[in-house]
């Protein structure tokens, strides 16, 4: 039986992101600071999150620059969460939970929250596609190649 | 202080896919078997992971109807792990875990195995776009709606 591997060893990137987001609350707290929350108690009663447990994730995510925080009040001393590019660049990640949660897990219709793009004014969904042609990808036209080092399979 | 709510209140599709996919274990199954792994003792030597944990991911994944059992051998009786339909649509939020993680958390560049778009040929990234317009979508170019029905914020 081959000896068990670290997370860590494996050396995915996919592992890796899914180790930061792969909390509920974590991924409810970035949901929250992309729709432009960005104070303790906001969050606190956006989702009724126990106060330790958002004090942790919110400093996990400062930890692993995914928000930055800034003063804004003196007397007593305050500090807000914003995004930083390193978040902002998540919201693929989202918006690709969203799309799959809305098609195959959605609790209520009624729930759903559209989405709409500013720059053609519609309402909807993102769509993951090649960067290179634009096409929407697929698990039947995307194939994965040999790694440029050895690794373990 | 308002009630803790559960993340089962919060009614959120986002929060209900990183419930499923947000174990580490589990998405590097799911990676391996959109590389095409599909017998248990294939992901065990590949991942290295305790076979009861292996086997409670799996079955986790079967009852989230995520992949599903097809038998290969009579005896003994032996079953491999395919990815559905549902499972097969998770392939955007893979492959968004492994843009955010290559670009931003990256292990080594030496491991990054490389994917190709067999429509048009090319190594490539996926860029979550907009399924109107096929421009790439930005968090200063999307904003959330209110959704149909009364919610808690």
Do not use: K
């Given at each position: 039986m081959p000896a068990r591997k670290s997370l860590e060893e494996l050396q995915c990137s996919v592992a890796n992101t899914a180790e930061l987001v792969g909390d509920q609350w974590t991924v409810l707290i970035l949901r929250d600071a992309f729709l432009g929350i960005k104070r303790f108690d906001d969050f606190q009663r956006d989702l009724g999150i126990a106060r330790n447990v958002l004090a942790d994730r919110l400093a996990r995510l400062v930890q692993a620059g995914i928000l930055d925080t800034r003063p804004?009040?003196?007397?007593p001393p305050r500090h807000e969460y914003l995004l930083t590019e390193k978040g902002k660049d998540l919201l693929d990640v989202l918006v690709a939970f969203r799309r799959w949660g809305d098609k195959w897990?959605?609790?209520?219709?009624?729930?759903i929250r559209p989405l709409r793009h500013?720059?053609?004014?519609e309402i909807m969904e993102g769509v993951m596609c090649c960067n290179h042609c634009g096409q929407p990808l697929d698990h039947r036209n995307v194939r994965v190649e040999p790694s440029l080092a050895p690794v373990s399979r």
């Open positions: 804004y009040q003196d007397r897990n959605a609790p209520d219709d009624r729930f500013l720059e053609c004014g």
